[in-house]
């Protein structure tokens, strides 16, 4: 298997043989001794001969690609097999950070693919949302619906690339700060206590041959 953009590896599975991709020398340093290997390079140039991989993946990293069709046409030509992207949905609107952050849709717009793209650019694909547990425990952007005060810390907003390409963000936090402490956030949003799992755009886009 595959994975492109693959960072320091927290989304490789552990019971298949796999090799990875990733474009930063930083992130492949960091990656877990007995980690699967890697090797420095960008999805639109895989080093690998037509048909070489069983399957592909790539996690939460299309957006960072600065060509994101010729990434996933390279990952359609060495994979013989299924390729499968999480990623998310920017015409997705119903997030409440962005009532905060309106410069987030702007952001997912300009960055992120359409829906649309991906058959396009890969053939026929399965688009299934993706629904995030409130404890989720991971740290990406809107991992943290249900608790609102973790976008306060900059320890965890270090985690979220948005965060890094956005003016405004300080103003916007202190906002939601303030609406935390008077009770603005939970008259709005308190129904999102109630919820055990919410869509908030991310979507498992699944190609196969």
């Known amino acids: ?74 990952m359609r030509r060495v994979t013989r097999g299924p390729i499968v992207l999480l990623t998310f949905d920017p015409s997705y609107r119903g997030c409440w950070l962005t009532d905060y952050l309106p410069q987030l849709v702007e952001l997912d717009q300009g960055q992120m693919p359409q829906m649309a793209d991906y058959s396009r650019w890969m053939g026929p694909v399965s688009i299934t949302p993706v629904l995030v547990p409130h404890d989720c425990s991971d740290g990406f952007l809107y991992a943290y619906w249900q608790r609102p005060k973790a976008y306060l810390d900059p320890v965890i907003r270090k985690g979220m690339s948005s965060f890094w390409k956005i003016d405004g963000a300080n103003v916007a936090l202190q906002q939601l700060e303030a609406d935390l402490t008077n009770g603005t956030w939970e008259r709005r949003y308190g129904h999102l206590m109630e919820i055990d799992a919410l869509d908030v755009g991310y979507r498992l886009v699944v190609a196969k041959n």
């Open 1 to 74: 298997m595959l994975n492109v953009g693959a960072g320091t590896g927290s989304y490789e599975p552990q019971d298949r043989e796999v090799v990875a991709v990733e474009p930063s020398a930083e992130m492949i340093a960091q990656r877990e001794p007995g980690a699967a290997p890697a090797i420095q390079g960008t999805a639109d140039k895989l080093p690998y001969p037509d048909k070489h991989f069983d399957a592909s993946m790539a996690v939460l990293t299309i957006h960072h690609w600065p060509d994101k069709a010729a990434g996933l046409v390279e």
